[in-house]
């Protein structure tokens, strides 16, 4: 054989590829491990979800391919939730397009829309998908730094014009990853009429939108005017209804843009899970009181590891209004990445260096609250002894 494509040589190695080979090592060692280095919700689903997908599960129709287009009833479902939670009206035939995860959406969109030579514009830090993506494609990666002067929120005087006129899609996401940044509302007005403006796609990820606190409440890039024509929206039941592992996302907006990913998706996968589709349809008709009581155990993480982590040394961290993580700031300087390395190999805490999100991450470590507040303690504990240990 001659090897793998050339096209493969443009993604990077994921860190997470070597974090669970140093994982298995330690467990098999019988060392502790705590994972707080991924998103992925240790809470359950809403009762009736799980009750769903067990109904439909046992039916003995319920097992062969479905549309890659999703039935109706999800695309429904998503059309009345946008209603419901952003008073957003969308078509479920032209606006809706259901994904396996947003991660795979993410990915996909970006090779369905851009040729080799174009330019996207990819926040730094970021989600890394995006930028592998985009390598993937051929495309010209052009990044807007997130600085913490500036509340990591983009800058868009800081893009030249002649990028502009190049670009094809802009990168958004709010609530951030990873930095738990919040954006007003102007934010997403100047992305919407740059975009008017130089004719390219605004793809705004809402992964995080239901995981708000203190009664903050996100919204949607489509509730600005006129960006149905030049803005589509990830969104996911992943982190709005704990159900990373069911792979349930959803892209809206611009019509075009939807339909090119559907020519894309009919070649390349055979639809979602019917018992699946059915509980990521009840999940979506799931009370505000449900999303606010789970919201009310990550404010208490959050709350109680900011408290723990201002009184360890050598670490500066905020308080987000959203999303599942901490973004914390190392005052020495020291590599992100041999910092995370050096404190699981210590203590078996998990988290994750801000390097794998780019170059302005360096200098910063993300913390998932996906664990119960016993366990945060014990992680507090353990990481204040480590740290006190290397500064004496």
Not at 273 to 300: K, M, V
Request: hydrophobic share 40%; aromatic share 10%.
């Amino acid at each position: 054989m001659n090897g793998r494509s050339k096209r493969l040589n443009n993604l990077s190695e994921s860190f997470y590829l070597g974090q669970g080979e140093r994982i298995a090592q330690r467990q098999e060692r019988g060392l502790d491990i705590f994972r707080l280095d991924i998103g992925s919700p240790d809470l359950p689903p809403p009762p009736e979800v799980v009750h769903r997908l067990t109904e439909y599960a046992e039916l003995s129709g319920s097992h062969g391919y479905q549309s890659h287009i999703g039935p109706l009833g999800l695309r429904l479902a998503w059309a009345e939730a946008y209603q419901r939670w952003f008073d957003v009206q969308l078509k479920p035939s032209d606006h809706i397009q259901p994904l396996i995860g947003s991660k795979e959406g993410i990915f996909n969109l970006t090779q369905t829309l851009v040729d080799p030579g174009q330019v996207v514009l990819v926040p730094d830090p970021a989600y890394p998908t995006y930028i592998e993506s985009a390598r993937f494609a051929g495309a010209e990666v052009v990044t807007i730094p997130l600085l913490e002067q500036n509340s990591f929120l983009p800058d868009f005087s800081s893009i030249s014009e002649r990028d502009l006129k190049r670009t094809r899609l802009l990168w958004l996401n709010y609530p951030n990853n990873p930095t738990g940044a919040v954006s007003p509302r102007s934010v997403l007005e100047e992305a919407v009429a740059l975009a008017k403006r130089f004719n390219f796609l605004v793809c705004h990820d809402a992964a995080y939108c239901k995981v708000t606190f203190n009664g903050y409440e996100a919204g949607s890039i489509l509730q600005i005017p006129g960006a149905l024509d030049f803005a589509v929206e990830f969104n996911s039941l992943s982190k709005s209804f704990n159900m990373a592992g069911w792979r349930m996302g959803v892209l809206v907006g611009q019509a075009e843009s939807i339909t090119a990913l559907r020519l894309l998706k009919a070649q390349s996968e055979s639809g979602q899970f019917l018992p699946a589709i059915q509980a990521g349809i009840a999940s979506l008709a799931t009370s505000e009181g449900w999303i606010t009581q789970r919201n009310q155990q990550y404010q208490q993480r959050r709350d109680l590891m900011v408290t723990a982590l201002k009184t360890i040394p050598g670490l500066k961290v905020q308080t987000p209004k959203a999303g599942l993580y901490l973004w914390i700031k190392l005052l020495n300087e020291e590599s992100s990445l041999s910092y995370c390395l050096d404190l699981m190999k210590n203590t078996g805490i998990c988290i994750a260096p801000g390097s794998i999100y780019g170059e302005y991450g360096e200098g910063f470590v993300r913390l998932s609250l996906v664990a119960p507040g016993k366990v945060l303690q014990e992680v507090a504990e353990r990481w204040k002894q480590w740290a006190e240990s290397r500064s004496s």
